[in-house]
């Protein structure tokens, strides 16, 4: 399958997982949180519109794994910006300055990989209690450590070169030569890297509505429901196989787009 092939499949395939979280709630006949004492645990069906069945409490599967499906998304695709931001200024500062200010900047990056993360949200989440937002905090904690070192490297390249120079030597500032001149340099490999640690971010989030230090009732996401499912596997196997089968989908498609971008870039960078 060529470069080209892959991302347009893999990105439909996203586009169309992202419509569907989006509308499938308001087209179902079924609310969020509707309960039915009569439809507990009730499999699979398209008679009475309960097309990924019911769960414990008689809610159904549908809503709630498109509901699911976009705070997972949402916590992925924001936590990604905020380390998206946070990594790109890092990394460019330490690069481009370079010297002691490098190394003590980097020095600090490293301190904060050594760190157990789930100390740190288990921390997070004893002295500021189980809040959504902090979901956003922790996951983008994490992950600008990976952008500040890409970025990093690549401004330590992008510093000497030509037009960089000219620009130093006309008296232009350094945080002007970095927002002007290297940040827009740095945009394919971003673009590229970002697309490889959303689905990072979907696993961390995962993990922890797993181990239910995430997402909290009445809200859900594709972690929680795994959750659920784990627990109600032997006597209804869709609670489990539904939410799991998507989650494992969203995160190849974004593992094959990242990596068919990579492959994009490095073909028309090396041309």
């Not at 996951?139 to 510093?159: E, F, H, P, Y």
């Not at 996401?221 to 959750?227: A, D, I, K, P, Q």
């Not at 989908?249 to 994009?264: P, T």
Request: glycine residues 8%; aromatic residues 8%; proline residues 3%.
């Amino acid at each position: 399958m060529s470069v080209n092939r892959s991302i347009r499949i893999t990105g439909t395939l996203l586009l169309a997982i992202t419509i569907a979280a989006l509308v499938g709630p308001w087209i179902s006949p079924h609310d969020f949180l509707e309960r039915n004492v009569d439809d507990l645990l009730s499999s699979p069906s398209v008679g009475d519109m309960h097309v990924f069945g019911t769960d414990e409490h008689g809610r159904d599967l549908f809503v709630r794994t498109m509901v699911g499906t976009r705070v997972t998304l949402l916590v992925a695709i924001v936590a990604s910006l905020v380390s998206l931001v946070i990594g790109v200024t890092y990394g460019a500062v330490a690069g481009y300055v370079g010297g002691r200010v490098d190394a003590a900047m980097m020095r600090f990056v490293d301190t904060l990989y050594a760190l157990p993360f789930i100390f740190f949200v288990i921390l997070l989440m004893v002295t500021f209690g189980q809040n959504f937002l902090l979901i956003f905090v922790a996951i983008g904690a994490i992950n600008w450590l990976d952008m500040a070192r890409i970025v990093r490297g690549q401004t330590l390249s992008l510093r000497e070169r030509e037009f960089v120079e000219a620009a130093r030597l006309t008296g232009v500032s350094t945080a002007r030569i970095i927002y002007r001149h290297i940040t827009p340099n740095l945009v394919g490999i971003v673009v590229v890297y970002v697309t490889l640690t959303i689905p990072q971010a979907i696993l961390v989030e995962s993990f922890l509505s797993f181990l239910g230090l995430g997402v909290q009732a009445p809200q859900t996401s594709l972690g929680e429901l795994v959750n659920v499912g784990v627990r109600q596997m032997e006597v209804a196997s869709w609670i489990l196989l539904i939410p799991a089968t998507l989650l494992a989908l969203i995160l190849m498609c974004f593992n094959f787009l990242g990596d068919g971008l990579r492959d994009l870039f490095d073909a028309r960078h090396s041309s």
